[in-house]
């Protein structure tokens, strides 16, 4: 069984995520953590149309473990997260996924199961421990947890930036649930707040759940022709952010990390400061975080609270913790949150301006792709690339502990690795000359493939 991707479990709920399967993801989560001596679980979902009917199973599956089930409704995974503090939390999403799809992801104590966590449950689900004796069966209650989360990231956001009451900022909420909380949140800090897609529809009517610079176009067009200094726009359940300026472009998500790390590192006292990303993260944002006086540690796309862990183990002190689009404020929680990185975005701009902020970020041109590779033949096309990409750039440095890294001698960078929800295999770039070196690389990809596929 192969159960959890890089974010949770996420699928069709034709054939993948069914009914059937919440059910038995509820058992085995609910006994799972009954051996850890917890109980209590919070529930809650984004706004899809198989929301209700997924989180009823899940529910029913807890319930029969002996778990007690607050639910909170419908709520941004950030929110749930929040609510899961000193307890564990199952929220049904598909983030960014198209509506025919929806997902399940775990917490414990405001943060994601690890990789060991979810392995011990997706072995439960295989084995289906079944259900407690009728006397032992757990209670539902309902909570609310959206006031005191949005009070919670009010409060946090005043730490940084500016008072934004001469900012207007336009929010795409793309018919999710980023709509009960980011609008409300930046108003509360004293913004001017215009919002688009702003009603909460699982068909996502107004635009695609993901928020690329595509599907953005009517907010990138509102904010072009208006009085707005700032866009905001969100995927189906507010963990992602993107930024777009007053000219309507999207700012590369890369900048959006540079200047939200160096602000946080800024901000703390940390003897070490460290910011952790991923391997496909640009370099500006090292720039920016050694300009600050920390340093940055990298983990596995997915990875990121793995790589929390390991970098506090190792004693140093975690001012942020990001992937692209995808933000982890660890002075607030250890929870990705794109409602806290919008509000602190906000206040940073109504301090310095967006033209102000990005100025010191060194853009260098960056580029990804994405090559078509059948998810059972990801592993066996990368052990080919491990050979295939440094023969085919023989002037650079290669590190292979998560894809394919090869660093060129004037410090730009090729990153090659597997998709972990789609079937692609990704290549990403950072340098100067980065069409070619994008072009090179997709035919090493496409031919590896290829030999791989027969």
Same mark, same amino acid.
């Given at each position: 069984m192969d159960l959890f991707g890089t974010a949770g479990?996420?699928?069709?709920?034709?054939?993948?995520?069914?009914?059937?399967?919440?059910?038995?993801?509820?058992?085995?989560? =609910?006994?799972?953590?009954?051996?850890? =001596?917890?109980?209590?679980?919070?529930?809650?979902?984004?706004?899809?149309?198989t929301g209700p009917g997924l989180a009823a199973a899940v529910e029913s599956g807890l319930l029969a473990t002996g778990a007690d089930v607050r639910r909170v409704g419908r709520v941004p995974t950030p929110a749930l997260a929040y609510a899961s503090r000193g307890r564990r939390g199952v929220m049904l999403t598909a983030s960014h996924n198209p509506p025919t799809d929806n997902g399940i992801k775990?917490?414990?104590?405001?943060?994601?199961?690890?990789?060991?966590?979810?392995?011990?449950?997706?072995?439960?689900?295989?084995d289906d421990p079944g259900h407690a004796d009728w006397t032992a069966w757990g209670q539902r209650t309902e909570t609310e947890p959206l006031a005191a989360?949005?009070?919670?990231?009010?409060?946090?956001?005043?730490?940084?930036?500016?008072?934004?009451?001469?900012?207007?900022?336009?929010?795409?909420?793309?018919?999710g649930v980023a709509a009960r909380?980011?609008?409300?949140?930046?108003?509360?800090?004293?913004?001017?707040?215009?919002?688009?897609?702003?009603?909460?529809?699982?068909?996502?009517?107004?635009?695609?759940?993901?928020p690329t610079p595509e599907t953005l176009r009517d907010l990138r067009a509102f904010v072009a022709d208006g009085d707005a200094q700032l866009g905001i726009g969100h995927d189906g359940d507010a963990d992602r952010i993107v930024i777009v300026d007053g000219d309507g472009e999207v700012v590369h998500e890369d900048t959006v990390l540079a200047i939200l790390a160096e602000a946080y590192v800024r901000a703390q006292e940390f003897a070490d400061p460290v910011v952790v990303t991923t391997p496909n993260a640009s370099g500006r944002i090292d720039e920016r975080v050694a300009a600050a006086g920390g340093r940055v540690e990298r983990v596995a796309l997915g990875y990121l609270h793995d790589g929390i862990t390991a970098a506090r183990e190792a004693g140093g002190d975690v001012a942020f913790a990001a992937e692209?689009?995808?933000?982890?404020?660890?002075?607030?929680?250890?929870?990705?949150?794109?409602?806290?990185?919008?509000?602190?975005?906000?206040?940073?701009?109504?301090?310095?301006?967006?033209? =102000?902020?990005?100025?010191?970020?060194?853009?260098?041109?960056?580029r990804k792709e994405s090559v078509d590779c059948p998810d059972d033949a990801k592993r066996a096309a990368m052990e080919r690339l491990e050979t295939?990409?440094?023969?085919?750039?023989?002037?650079?440095?290669?590190?292979?502990?998560?894809?394919?890294?090869?660093?060129?001698?004037?410090?730009?960078?090729?990153?090659?690795?597997?998709?972990g929800t789609e079937p692609y295999v990704r290549v990403y770039a950072e340098s100067d000359e980065v069409d070619r070196v994008v072009a090179e690389a997709v035919e090493t990809v496409r031919e590896t493939v290829e030999t791989t596929t027969g």
């Open positions: 479990i996420r699928g069709d709920v034709r054939d993948r995520v069914t009914t059937d399967l919440a059910l038995r993801v509820g058992r085995a989560v =609910g006994a799972h953590a009954h051996e850890a =001596g917890d109980r209590e679980f919070v529930v809650g979902r984004d706004g899809r149309t775990l917490f414990v104590d405001g943060q994601e199961y690890g990789e060991t966590a979810e392995t011990a449950v997706e072995s439960r689900v295989a989360y949005r009070e919670a990231i009010r409060s946090y956001a005043e730490r940084f930036g500016a008072d934004p009451s001469e900012t207007t900022v336009a929010v795409d909420c793309g018919n909380a980011t609008p409300q949140v930046l108003r509360a800090l004293g913004a001017n707040v215009v919002t688009l897609n702003a009603n909460v529809d699982g068909h996502f009517p107004g635009r695609e759940s993901k692209p689009w995808k933000h982890v404020h660890t002075a607030l929680g250890d929870w990705i949150d794109g409602v806290a990185s919008a509000a602190v975005f906000t206040r940073l701009v109504a301090e310095t301006g967006l033209d =102000g902020l990005r100025e010191p970020v060194t853009e260098r041109p960056y295939a990409l440094p023969a085919a750039f023989p002037e650079t440095d290669a590190e292979t502990e998560y894809g394919v890294r090869l660093t060129f001698p004037d410090e730009s960078w090729l990153l090659v690795r597997p998709s």
